[in-house]
């Protein structure tokens, strides 16, 4: 069986303290109850990933790589790409984390990554064909917590995108399309084909109240999480339900209509950190100043 | 306007659904509660062509002991799908799936139960879907409710789960295999029918916001037919023990 | 190190009673010492798979289906098909189960049905290669016990040869003997090739007593196991000692005449069930009425 | 009449085997008992060019711990082929035949022993086949009856293994590997000499009833002289023993 | 002479390496401690383009219990790679490579700690190479004794870390990738600078003893630099918390 | 995480008389402190095995056996054979070990015999080539502890030089080359083309004191072990420190002098059992007489 999600103790008096602010509006670390903490994206830091992103969510952070190279299509799309989201939650990031396979937590946000990436269509996988039938682009989406103060779903859905949006792939001249030989033009890169930008937003419910964006504080004593996840069309395109509590209709409603309301700043936040951040060593040079 | 994807015809002419159903028919729905000898609680449930069979132990002694909590029982829920249940065999060993599966049902029941009366135990769930044709996290919640009421794990109520979906404009009920793989969104959704909670709400593919309205209250009105269907087949349960306990008596 | 098999504790009061019915010929279900509970057969009731019966003997429940694919051949025998038999032991069927990896007694049970199935020759290898050499029917029988009342070894046996019996393989026609491609012609199916009948008879072993088709109580007191595998023929086709006691010669002999003289009733009741039993859906409504 | 099996002549025309062998005769057996010097208790058994090295642990305590039973050792046995032991490389995680081999060892072993003088503990029972060359279950259990005695664990007596089989109408005993690969039938058995007792009992192929009798009839004849063979290796054992101890205090 | 191995030129004629260091030059250092937050201790250590994130828990209960030792606290230490840290995609399921670095770190840095005040605990060191250039176990061994001096575990001095290694004659410091692979021989060591024990020495490729005193005393001279630096980020940590702590008095 | 390797209860009382005697330069077992216990190599005793070897060092027993078959080269080495070392610490040879997948134990001495055979570059690899690009000799060494009364990695470097030495790789004859089709001329052999001889000398240090080879009771009181490699023109071509203390300059200078005086004599004592010991089952003779 599942091993339960090791939750952290926290006290009771800072339980009741936490309440009481909630119920008059206000949370432990200073937010309104819908506000995101402070996000700051660091794009194509890593010199062996093809796309890579740091991604800071207040205090949580989160590093993606994407690393692409060329595999057999699957049978039944034989002329369409693949890509796969892992995540691996470690030690590194969390007194709750554990070495060994991924946890069942890890595996529900990496799937909710992949949803909300394949619902909203974002790359396009028809355009990562090498030979038709034969050889394909396949993206590999490695999303590791670094440090985990809350809401690693969000830091990872924006690490992906912020990842492929600053990644690459290198060129390539086939050299016998029978035989399926190809060879890189190394030096020589164009962008992994997207079209779409989604994002996601988690909300926690802490008994009668819902708060966006929980730290890890808020996730200890939360009674269920919601995820939803927006595409560029503002279309619902993943929502996931997790913990063991449950949603009125009425939080359902309140959670929509804010996401609705935030997608695009958040959107807007993300591309434009994606073009004015540095990159490389220099990316290095504003992470050390963190 | 017929609605075909991938050459599949998923809504034709006249609005009816690839199996001739309506946009809010519930396939055939049979359960069976108590089906199983050794299990402590079970209950077999057909949507369809769907079978999912569930059992239940406990509460029970929890080993490694120290995952056992001072305060409550733990609830472990594992769903597997039968290699033979689908096209390709599958592997035995949980896929990625499987193992988000399990979480998210596992997280769909525990609001309903009332865990603190045993502490340091767990409850243990297992669902086998023995044949697939959509919809079987819900269809495994649905049996798996039911295999806690008959092991007498103390509920505050039934948990009771559909999946909903859009197929063009077309909201469509209790989605079958064709309608999950080509339509072009997916809503499974679990509540506790008396307390009006949702307890499991997962959704791929896109939706506007009007459609996950739409949504949200075809599945609700599919729940509350399926919660009467397993209210009913705990009671022909319950009568059905107490039968045997009666012939037992007149021995 | 392999960990024993978990027993559950039946009371000291409940093994003295059995043990004094034993004593007088007598079992506590009413059975006679050689009796075999009530055998229920439902073939071919999956939709998915090519093959599948779920079989009752009294409340011992077990589901069979039978998954053909196509693959490539054994070296050392590249003009004939392969078949394998995987047992799924898991908590749904007994409190004893677990998750995991299968268990060694999952592991043995499988074993000696696929030893029955293969020394009786039942399926037609030779007859299983589509390409010599290049292609062959791979047949997967996977047993999933589904309540455990007691000799799961001889459920599981009426299941997989029940399951092979009610099976088909699709028809194909071959598109490229040099690639190795075929095509699968739907809809148009034909039998496994099949030529012999196994079957197997459990005998629990009680102190002095030796009692055949044991139900769980008495697995649960039990010293040791014996089970004797039958061909059409009524050769001998496969024996397997199991738990830790001992048997004596007479035992085995006595075994051995008990066996010889029911195969064929068993056999029978095989052929019949599968013969006049409802298939498909209209095998869920008979099972829902059981 | 000579009887050939995928090329392979099995009996030549005056009876004997591919070996030379007459129809009941052993290969050669060499027995040591104590040969290592870490665990409790040790054997090596050649029978032919089958080898088998076995060692005993124990009583000793159990991880994890709820395993241990409160009135009673438990026994473990794993059973492993050595990677170099057969022609193609064995990958060295256990198959799921040696998982089976292990389990069937073990309850060949069991019923010799006195496991109620030492509850809540381990006795551990490894055994590694060198090379492989048929019959490496029995020459298994030959030497882990040893590993145990020379560990000291109380035991009613030892037990003894043996495989026969069939080829054609000739019964043979002691299989080699081209016998348990061509032959018709093979069939391992264990016993407890002193009370007569067959705790292992396997089979494979086809037997007649009557085969089966005979089978069981040589089987019990070899037992007996490799039996002697046991106690021999055991004797010379426990004087080398007694040596080194004289020797010590002489010193 | 310049020298080249496999189409690479390692050093060129005026005796610069593939990077235009000389012979005993260290790469850029870059040291932060006390990056994350949940940690009870942690280091980012940057040696050129390896990147590598250390993080300490601990001292903690440890599961399961009979691993504990009753005198002393245990040290666990894993060793990853992110899967992208190199070329090729790594796969995330530890190698053998990381499994035996894991046990090699663990040894190179135990010797420097206090484990007695600790029994019956667990002290865990995780590192994660971000990205890999060469040296990855020794910037391992430099970002994990800054996060256990930062975790606050009880230490008789930092731990420090360099590989050296041979390209024909010359004998290189702090070896980047191409060095690593194609050079002549690489030997990372370790020691605890202030009682001058080695706690890392692992070598391949080949040396003359008289080579191997060469790269030994290299390996002091730029393990002595690296601990002013490794000090230097630690003060700077003390600072910081300090400063952090009197804003708050302050409040 | 890794568990901790398990060391036996050494009684303090033993440890003490150990320590007294090392302050006088002697050894429990009447030894030098810089004294190998006596090397036995039986060869070629195993009929499945390409190659192998029994050692005995000391009470110390290690099996290697030497597998060969075709595979496809690495990619960066299409013309080069491969080689894999792989180490057995199972239940047989010691109390402390454990069934399972290898110890980090297991897996740190495999690497280190590896190490020194690569570096050394004892195995032409490229002499194993077979068609170039498409199929080469694959060499699997594998180490099984058989008694563990210390000091297995130079136990196991013996036993994988010798395993190698007494190796042969079959004839074969290329079939067809497009196809990579090739045949085994059986009978027909020749030796593993080798052409150095690597040996390892393990130290532990105790307390203040360096001894060579330790047995098992030294290396349960040891601060910490050094390995070191020498190829046959002595020069260091290997080197392990393990275990949780560490070594001063002198004490590895000290290490080094004493493995250059020693190499040519151990390298000698290995080649000469080699040519002198009986093989296949007269090994066995040998062996049952020890």
């Given at each position: 069986?599942?091993p339960e999600i090791k939750k952290e103790i926290i006290s009771k008096l800072e339980e009741e303290h936490i309440l009481a602010l909630l119920k008059d509006g206000k949370r432990i670390d200073g937010r309104g109850l819908f506000d995101f903490r402070n996000i700051e994206i660091l ?80 790359i396009k996988l028809d355009e990562l064909a090498i030979i038709p039938g034969e050889l394909v682009w396949m993206i590999n989406i490695d999303i590791y917590a670094i440090d985990d103060d809350g809401n690693l779903i969000d830091a990872s859905m924006i690490g992906a995108v912020a990842a492929l949006m600053s990644g690459y792939l290198p060129k390539i001249e086939i050299i016998d399309e029978e035989k399926g030989k190809v060879e890189v033009i190394s030096e ?103 | ?251």
């Open positions: 069986m599942i794009p194509a830091l890593l010199e062996k990933a093809e796309g890579s992103a740091l991604v800071r969510l207040g205090d949580t952070k989160v590093l993606v790589g994407v690393k692409v190279s060329m595999a057999k299509p699957f049978p039944d799309t034989p002329n369409e790409g693949v890509f796969v989201v892992n995540a691996e939650f470690n030690p590194l990031a969390s007194p709750a984390f554990e070495l060994g396979p991924p946890s069942d937590y890890a595996i529900e946000v990496a799937r909710v990554v992949d949803r909300a990436i394949r619902s909203a269509e974002m020589e890169k164009y962008p992994i084909p997207l079209q779409n930008l989604p994002i996601t937003f988690t909300f926690a419910k802490i008994r009668d109240f819902m708060v966006l964006d929980p730290n890890h504080i808020e996730e200890n004593i939360m009674d269920s999480r919601l995820t939803i996840a927006l595409n560029s069309q503002n279309e619902i395109c993943a929502i996931q339900k997790g913990e063991g509590g449950g949603f009125k209709f009425e939080d359902i409603q309140l959670a929509k209509d804010i996401v609705l309301k935030k997608a695009d700043s958040i959107r807007n936040l993300i591309v434009n950190q994606l073009a004015k951040k540095p990159r490389g060593e220099e990316a290095w040079d504003e992470l050390r100043r963190l | 306007m017929a609605i075909e994807r991938n050459g599949v015809i998923l809504i034709d002419e006249e609005g009816r659904r690839s199996d001739g159903r309506k946009w809010d028919e519930l396939r055939p729905i049979h359960i069976k509660v108590g089906v199983l000898r050794r299990a402590d609680g079970s209950a077999l449930v057909e949507m369809g062509k769907t079978k999912v069979l569930a059992s239940v132990y406990g509460p029970r002694e929890i080993h490694p002991r120290h995952l056992a909590l001072p305060d409550k029982a733990i609830l472990r829920v594992a769903y597997r799908m039968a290699t033979f249940s689908v096209t390709e065999r599958k592997k035995p060993q949980p896929s990625r799936r499987e193992i988000e599966l399990s979480k998210v049902i596992k997280e769909a029941l525990a609001p309903a139960l009332i865990l603190d009366e045993f502490p340091r135990t767990a409850i243990e769930v297992y669902a086998l879907v023995l044949q697939a044709d959509g919809g079987t996290r819900v269809a495994s919640i649905n049996a798996a409710a039911l295999a806690l009421a008959d092991a007498g794990i103390p509920m505050k109520d039934l948990v009771t789960a559909i999946a909903v979906g859009r197929i063009g404009n077309y909201i469509v009920v209790d989605l079958n295999d064709l309608e999950d793989k080509y339509g072009d969104a997916d809503m499974p959704i679990a509540m506790i029918p008396v307390t009006d909670e949702i307890t499991l709400l997962q959704m791929d593919g896109t939706m506007t916001p009007e459609q996950f309205d739409k949504c949200l209250e075809a599945a609700k009105r599919a729940i509350l037919e399926i919660y009467d269907l397993q209210k009913e087949a705990l009671r022909y349960r319950y009568l059905q023990i107490k039968k045997e306990l009666m012939e037992e008596q007149s021995k």
